[in-house]
């Protein structure tokens, strides 16, 4: 069974850091892709950054880039954002996602999802 647990939420003020943590387990291969959605209240889910280790390559949203980074740790089940200057608007609850394929920019394209971490921003 795939499992992503995250963890690492909290509430932060404006400008401040957080870094989110993602554990993986039950994939079969090694080379899934995996990445990060955010879900503010009201609002629907966005892609925020996705690793494809197929190609090697990691995507992130326009409005993130800049600010967030994502890392893998030491082995290939553990990955991380590290969010930087953050802003009010980021206020959302954040998802470890992954894929037996390719990032997706679709939300439909994730075959599994973590129950999501609650990051606040305070003015």
């Known amino acids: 069974e795939v499992r992503l647990v995250e963890s690492g939420g909290g509430l932060v003020q404006t400008g401040g850091s957080l870094r989110l943590s993602c554990q993986a387990s039950g994939f079969a291969r090694d080379d899934f892709a995996i990445g990060w959605f955010r879900q503010a209240p009201g609002k629907g889910r966005e892609r925020l950054s996705c690793l494809d280790r197929k190609i090697g390559f990691t995507y992130y949203r326009d409005s993130v880039k800049g600010r967030f980074t994502m890392s893998g740790g030491n082995d290939k089940n553990t990955v991380y954002l590290q969010m930087n200057s953050l802003k009010p608007e980021d206020s959302a609850v954040y998802y470890c996602?992954?894929?037996?394929?390719?990032?997706?920019?679709?939300?439909?394209?994730?075959?599994?999802w973590g129950q999501g971490t609650q990051v606040t921003v305070s003015s």
């Open positions: 996602v992954a894929a037996d394929g390719f990032c997706s920019d679709y939300e439909t394209g994730f075959d599994y």
